[in-house]
């Protein structure tokens, strides 16, 4: 997908690029996303470049870990944890994956329908 020099994920990272940050810890950062599929639309990403989760490696356990929680963390100072919210990992093109960064969609604030796309 992209190289961390074209990122966009790495630029927000790195500050280069604004977002509409809400939660940063050591190894991830949250941010809303400016396209919203729902009334809560927040993506959680690595600060380590991964280009998709087909990407991660047996190393990268903790940090997919610590995304999840980071996604729960987000749901609940949201608000939408205790109604219900869904998280969605695209990985490549035919999977819908848009930006060439792993993330994490946390979705909610509505009734969420199945199946997806």
């Known amino acids: 997908m992209s190289s961390t020099s074209d990122c966009l994920f790495c630029g927000i990272v790195e500050g280069r690029i ?3 940050l809400i939660r940063e810890d050591e190894r991830t950062l949250a941010f809303r ?11 959680v990403i690595p600060k ?6 087909d ?4 190393e990268d356990g903790a940090l997919l870990g610590d ?5 729960r ?17 695209n990985t490549g093109d035919e999977g819908g994956q ?3 960064h792993l993330h994490v969609h946390v979705l909610g604030g ?3 329908t199945w199946p997806p796309g």
């Open 18 to 20: 604004p977002s509409n």
């Open 33 to 43: 996303d400016i396209d919203p599929q729902a009334p809560v639309h927040v993506l």
């Open 48 to 53: 380590k470049h991964l280009s998709s989760l």
């Open 55 to 58: 990407d991660a490696a047996a």
């Open 67 to 71: 995304l999840m929680l980071t996604a």
């Open 73 to 89: 963390e987000v749901a609940r100072s949201e608000g939408i944890a205790e109604s219900g919210f869904r998280t969605v990992v």
């Open 98 to 100: 848009t930006v060439g």
């Open 110 to 112: 509505r009734s969420m």
